[in-house]
């Protein structure tokens, strides 16, 4: 297991669309958060699971996005509808109970045109 | 809600010379935790402050977390061109959240 991996790592899409983006954590880390990263700024917390709960889901984030963890083990961000205010770097970070901090993945970037 | 903030926001120094970047939030944190990203690179956790006054130290960088729990500083000793990345924060609140709070980041350029 090499770390935190995320598919694709580039997707651009037409406005309107809906894309859908996976992150599989580093193996038997149970904490995954996805955050999203636009130049200059730091990341901005999306969603958060522990196993395949959903225990805290950011109040800025429009009814367009889901995600989901089934099984506790990979997750998948899905953005319907995608708008050009979407593009952004969407990151995915898994961690360890009792760990600190967090591993990220390399991210995918989203281009909505 | 909850904001952090960090100064500066960009830095250049001369290799050899010391750098220090601070984060401020706006409420009460639970723990802190503090993030290297290399250009066009993903962010890399460094360490995790959790208790009032805490200082740690990684070889020629040391953390800070202030008394109140509100704030935290980076200090860098003798820049080396190694250390070229933004630095951010990232704040976890006291009120029994999970997520973390990026700052705005310190983008710091080492000149050789």
């Known amino acids: 297991d090499t770390g935190v991996s995320q598919n694709p790592r580039h997707k651009i899409t037409k406005r309107g669309q809906n894309v859908t983006f996976r992150c599989d954590p580093i193996?038997?880390?149970?904490?995954l958060y996805w955050y999203r990263q636009t130049l200059g700024q730091g990341p901005e917390f999306l969603t958060y699971f522990q196993n395949e709960a959903q225990l805290e889901k950011s109040r800025l984030l429009s009814d367009r996005f889901s995600a989901e963890r089934p099984k506790g083990s990979f997750s998948t961000l899905e953005i319907q509808r995608t708008e050009q205010g979407d593009s952004a770097m969407y990151l995915c970070?898994?961690?360890?109970?009792?760990?600190?901090?967090?591993?990220f993945g390399q991210g995918t970037r989203l281009t909505v045109v | 809600g909850q904001q952090v903030m960090q100064i500066p926001q960009y830095q250049h120094v001369q290799e050899g010379e010391d750098f220090t970047t601070y984060c401020n939030s706006s409420?009460?944190?639970?723990?802190i935790q503090w993030y290297k990203q290399r250009p066009g690179g993903h962010p890399v956790f460094l360490i995790q402050l959790v208790k009032s006054g805490e200082v740690k130290k990684q070889k020629r960088l040391t953390f800070q977390f202030g008394e109140a729990k509100k704030n935290s500083s980076l200090h860098i000793t003798a820049t080396q061109t190694t250390d070229v990345g933004t630095y951010f924060c990232a704040g976890r609140g006291s009120s029994g959240t999970y997520k973390y709070i990026f700052g705005t980041g310190t983008r710091l350029k080492v000149l050789a």
């Open positions: 409420t009460t944190l639970s723990n």
């Open positions: 970070a898994s961690s360890a109970a009792g760990a600190e901090g967090a591993f």
């Open positions: 193996s038997e880390h149970n904490r």
